[in-house]
């Protein structure tokens, strides 16, 4: 939470007081505002959870001038973002028309965060830096983010080519070293969500539950990678570690036992946690049902597990969205509403971006997904979004890496 502070006498409230009655006074006052300070004259009476009455002057009443401060408490701005359609920045998909833009004009505001993904390799090639899909995102104002997924995408789990011990093992150092330099060659700050959701089982190669891969493998990956990128100078990367919300069939984030290999590859490795959720299930689920895992005991608490591995580092939403309910909207609608404009900025602090999974992923079961779904839906977004704790596309000349989250 931000404070704007300003300072009343409070002589100008209250008359003077016994001083047997100031250390109530001051109770009172951490009650309805917190700690914050409370200063007497020069001298400092209380910081933090406790007066300290000890302090005050010594005479039979509060004759000096007792500064209480009048505090608005703001709620700490977030990055805000989505992922449209499945497609990359391109110079058509963002102008007036295009399916981002669309999705903006929708949205009622331009997008901190552009999200899109790349494979390593696609259709028999190594895939390269993308310096005009970069350009574009930041010409924008809007913060490039880019799933950088170690397969052939959309070849299935089993990708022998892929194992994990191949990566860290060195079969594609020079192709890192030269997507990294290319990385360096651009110079503006963007956030790299390297081989997500490794906690999984349903698609991804890099699963340490898939594809021959072994407990610990998916770490020495992360690490071998990210040590070329720091000995190229790719020091303008955000490195996004970002597993699927936990559950029952998961791997954990950290080891269960000591000197267990869990998936957090460690705070050197890592400028943000992540991680995705959605309401997409047979059970409706709240938005903080599905990062908490409340109610229910087939999901965990995900967002303090990422507070156990990662306490220090702020904590983005890679991936989120309801499905509809069958009811003309309304649901997904107060869905959306309790989400962005409640939980995030009220129960789950430390989440500073959000970024939304607009697109059906071709899959009918998820058709509903997109603010599209229905005028109840787009609505509810529009109205969240238009919060002033939700920044826009203001980051054009954002020169700093990694990226911090906003105030």
Known sequence: MRNRTRFLPLKRLFKPIARPNVAALLVVASLVMGPRWLTITNHLVWSGAAPRAETLPVNDTLSHILYLPLVRNVSSQLLWGALVDGLPPTTAALQPGGAFDTFETRAGKKMAILHWG?????????????????NNVRNRGSIPLLDWGSWVTSAGPIQPDFQLNKIYGGQY??????????????????????????????????????????????????RHVHDIFTATGATNVTWVWCPNISGATTRPYAGLLP???????????????????????????????VFTGSGINWL???????????????????????????DGGAQKA??????FSTELSKNLPQI???????????????????????????AAFATAIRSNIF????????????IRPPN
Request: charged fraction near 15%; include cysteine.
């Open 118 to 134: 790349q494979p390593w390799r696609m259709n028999g090639a190594d895939q390269p830096f993308q310096t005009s899909y970069f």
């Open 173 to 222: 150092d020079g192709y890192i070293q030269q997507w990294a330099a290319e990385a360096k060659a651009w110079g503006h700050p963007f956030f790299l969500r390297f081989d997500w959701e490794m906690n999984g089982t349903w698609q991804f190669p890099w699963s340490e539950q898939l594809n021959a891969n072994q407990p610990g493998d998916y770490i020495k990956a992360w």
């Open 259 to 289: 000197g267990q290999p869990g998936l957090y590859p460690g705070d050197a490795y890592v400028d943000w946690t992540c991680f995705d959720g959605y309401n997409k299930y047979g059970t409706w689920l709240g938005f903080n049902t």
């Open 300 to 326: 965990y608490d995900s967002y303090q597990q990422l507070l156990s591995v990662a306490p220090s580092k702020p904590i983005m939403i890679g991936e989120t969205g309801s499905l509809e309910a069958g």
């Open 334 to 339: 107060a869905w959306i509403t309790d989400g």
């Open 352 to 378: 500073r971006a959000v970024v939304w999974f607009n697109w059906d992923s071709n899959n009918p079961l998820y058709a509903t997904l997109p603010i599209e779904s229905s005028p109840a839906s787009i």
């Open 391 to 402: 920044l826009g596309n203001e980051f054009s000349g954002l020169n700093t890496s990694p």
